[in-house]
C-alpha cells in the first residue's frame, strides 16, 4: 500500500528568535505553499531532548518528512542519534546547513569557511595586517568555519593568526546573530573592549554575524573610535541590522532564505520519489560592500 501523504512537511530550528534560522525558515515556509504543503514548525532551542521528541510526534502526527538544522557541533553523537531515529522511523529527511557522510542523507550547505577566507582577503587587500575575529562560541558550526576560513586566509599571506585578537562572545550574544540585549553592557562588552584596548590593536575585524558587528560598532562609538578610519569591520548574513548600522556594514549574504528553499524542494522531490539519490547541494554566497572599511590609516 502506497501511503497517503498529509502534505505536511516538519521544520527543526534551534533557535527561531535567530535571524539567521528564521531567514531559513521563511524559505522553507515558501517553497512548501509553492507546492501545495504545510510548513510545521518546531523550536528546539538547541536541545537534544526536544530534537528527539519533536522527532517523534512528528511521526505520529503523520508528517511527509522532516528538514532538520543542528548548528552545535560540540554533540556529534546527538546528531547521530537523532538521524537514526529518523531513519528508524522511516522519516524522509535534509539536513540543512550541515554536510553529513551519511548515505541517503540529503544536504543542503553553504560554505562558511569560504566566505571566511573571502572576508579576510578582502581586508588584506585593502592593506590590513592586523585583523581580528570576533564571532560567537566556536562549538557553532558556521561560527568555527567562518572563523577557520579567516585563519586559512591570514596564513596564506603569511600572517600568524593571533590569539588575543580572537574573541568569542558566548554570554551576551547566542548563537549567529541575537542579543540578549540592545544595549552593549559594560560586562557583555568587556571582551571587545579588551581587544579593542591592546597598544597595537587590530585595525580591521571579521565579526560572525551583523548583530554582533553592531554591537561592536556601539562600543566603538563609546570608546571613541572611528569606523571605518580606526577599524574596519566586515561581517555575515546580510541581515537589515548591516543596512541599519551606522556606518552601514559590508557583509556577505549567505543566502538563507535560498537555503531553506532549497531544503524544502528537495524534501518534497525525495518523498515524491523515495528512490532519487542523496545531493549535496552548495548555495553561493557573495559579499556585499558598504561604508565600515577603509584602507588602514599606518
Known amino acids: 500500500l502506497v501511503k497517503k501523504r498529509s502534505q505536511t512537511i ?10 539567521y534560522f528564521a531567514t531559513m525558515a521563511l524559505g522553507v515556509d515558501e517553497a512548501c505553499r509553492k507546492y501545495g504543503n504545510a510548513l510545521m514548525l518546531c523550536n528546539s532551542g538547541d536541545q537534544h531532548k526536544l530534537d528527539l521528541e519533536y522527532i517523534t510526534r512528528l511521526a505520529g502526527q503523520g508528517c511527509d518528512g522532516v528538514i532538520f538544522i543542528m548548528a552545535n557541533d560540540s554533540d556529534d553523537a546527538a546528531c547521530k542519534e537523532s538521524l537514526q531515529m529518523l531513519h528508524d522511523l522511516k522519516l524522509p529527511f535534509v539536513m540543512l ?23 579576510t582577503r578582502h581586508l588584506l587587500e ?8 570576533i564571532g560567537s562560541d566556536t562549538s557553532m558550526i558556521f561560527s568555527a568555519d567562518r572563523k577557520s576560513g579567516y585563519q586559512t586566509a591570514l596564513l596564506q599571506h603569511n600572517i600568524l593568526p593571533r590569539a588575543d585578537y580572537c574573541v568569542e562572545m ?19 562588552s568587556a571582551p571587545l573592549r579588551c581587544l579593542l584596548s591592546l597598544p597595537d590593536r587590530p585595525t580591521a575585524v571579521v565579526v560572525s554575524d551583523d548583530i554582533l558587528a553592531a554591537t561592536l560598532e556601539r562600543v566603538c562609538l563609546e570608546m571613541g573610535l ?20 551606522s556606518p552601514q556594514l559590508t557583509s556577505v549574504d549567505i543566502n538563507s532564505f535560498q537555503l531553506g528553499a ?29 561604508d565600515s572599511c577603509c584602507p588602514p590609516k599606518n
Open 10 to 19: 516538519g521544520l527543526i530550528v534551534p533557535n527561531i528568535s535567530n535571524t
Open 97 to 119: 546547513d550541515r554536510f553529513i557522510i551519511k548515505k541517503g542523507c540529503p544536504s543542503i550547505i553553504v560554505d562558511h569557511v569560504k566566505g571566511g577566507e573571502l572576508v
Open 126 to 133: 585593502l592593506g590590513h595586517r592586523r585583523i581580528g575575529y
Open 170 to 188: 558566548t554570554a551576551a550574544i547566542n548563537a549567529g546573530g541575537t542579543s540578549a540585549s540592545s544595549t552593549a553592557t559594560e560586562k557583555d
Open 226 to 245: 572611528s569606523i571605518p578610519e580606526d577599524l574596519s569591520i566586515v561581517s555575515f548574513n546580510n541581515s537589515l541590522f548591516a543596512r541599519l548600522a
Open 262 to 290: 532549497e531544503a524544502a524542494t528537495q524534501m518534497i522531490n525525495h518523498i515524491e520519489d523515495p528512490g532519487l539519490p542523496a545531493t549535496k547541494i552548495l548555495v553561493p554566497h557573495h559579499m556585499v560592500e558598504r
